[in-house]
């Protein structure tokens, strides 16, 4: 790890995974920025040769509005594939519109969503997107799956309790305030149990007439009752293989690549600067009381 003046997190040096971060220096295309600001980024993960990046803009409130996509050492080969634009903000700072950039076929880019977002307050009521774009193969581009003038409704603590872009009819929560079942479309469903401290205990997928039954005991993670992982700091233990993975993370702690003992990269994880981010595995964290997974949901 490599710091500036100021402690600031400047590079991050591995074999299987690099990152530099640029905050004032005048790299070509990027605008400097002088204020903490970091005015662009490129890593360089897995057995990749040319490393990947983003230059960024703000506005005048240091309100970032553009994700500039870019390749090689000055990020000027293969740009613009996976740019993020924010095209507008409200006076309480909430985004009102935003751009996305992929893969939308074999060896071609363009837009893949264009949203427009409306609030009640701070509140998002709908989101609309006039994208006519996907993204190739397996996606995470929104899915606008409603055309009605309010998406989204909240509890009277300020809790989500239905997403219709998800086709989440509704989302319980218990005296902790913690979701305690998701109900969506065709009869499925995802229930949680907590221990009283609010720690996760269980989680149960209903797809039809399949049921994936999660149980976190400690530091074990147990599906329909059979030992898949033990979690540590540094990564998981997976089973029956019992084999050890690695967490390589970046200046946020994303985990960026996942290792074996022998230091070979085994998966790698590409973070979309804006949303729609491209994960190879779920990944598991024990920084906080509840054990966290991204997953891809049903809705």
Not at 156 to 168: A, E, M, P, Q, S
Not at 283 to 292: A, D, G, M, Q, R
Request: net charge positive.
């Amino acid at each position: 790890y490599a710091y500036n003046v100021r402690s600031w997190t400047k590079s991050i040096t591995g074999t299987l995974f690099s990152q530099t971060l640029n905050y004032q220096e005048a790299i070509t295309g990027n605008t400097p920025c002088y204020n903490g600001n970091i005015s662009s980024m490129s890593w360089k993960s897995g057995v990749e040769t040319s490393q990947r990046g983003y230059r960024f803009t703000y506005d005048g409130l240091s309100r970032l509005k553009d994700a500039l996509y870019g390749e090689g050492a000055t990020l000027a080969a293969n740009t613009d594939r996976f740019n993020e634009q924010v095209t507008g903000y409200d006076k309480m700072g909430n985004i009102l519109g935003l751009k996305r950039y992929g893969q939308t076929a074999a060896g071609s880019y363009g837009m893949i969503d264009h949203l427009t977002l409306t609030y009640n307050g701070n509140q998002l009521q709908a989101v609309k997107d006039i994208a006519t774009s996907s993204v190739y193969g397996n996606g995470t581009e929104f899915k606008d799956n409603s055309n009605q003038t309010v998406e989204y409704a909240y509890d009277k603590n300020g809790n989500l309790i239905k997403d219709l872009n998800k086709n989440i009819s509704n989302i319980g929560y218990n005296c902790l305030n913690l979701p305690s079942q998701i109900t969506l479309a065709g009869s499925n469903s995802i229930d949680y149990e907590y221990g009283a401290d609010g720690t996760k205990l269980r989680t149960v997928h209903k797809t039809g007439a399949a049921t994936l039954t999660t149980d976190y005991c400690g530091n074990a993670v147990y599906e329909n009752g059979v030992l898949r992982m033990l979690l540590n700091e540094a990564g998981y233990v997976s089973f029956p293989d019992r084999k050890f993975h690695f967490y390589l993370k970046d200046h946020q702690g994303n985990v960026r690549v996942v290792a074996d003992k022998d230091g070979m990269w085994r998966r790698r994880m590409r973070i979309i600067r804006l949303g729609g981010r491209l994960l190879l595995q779920p990944v598991f964290s024990l920084t906080s009381i509840t054990v966290k997974s991204w997953i891809r949901g049903m809705g």
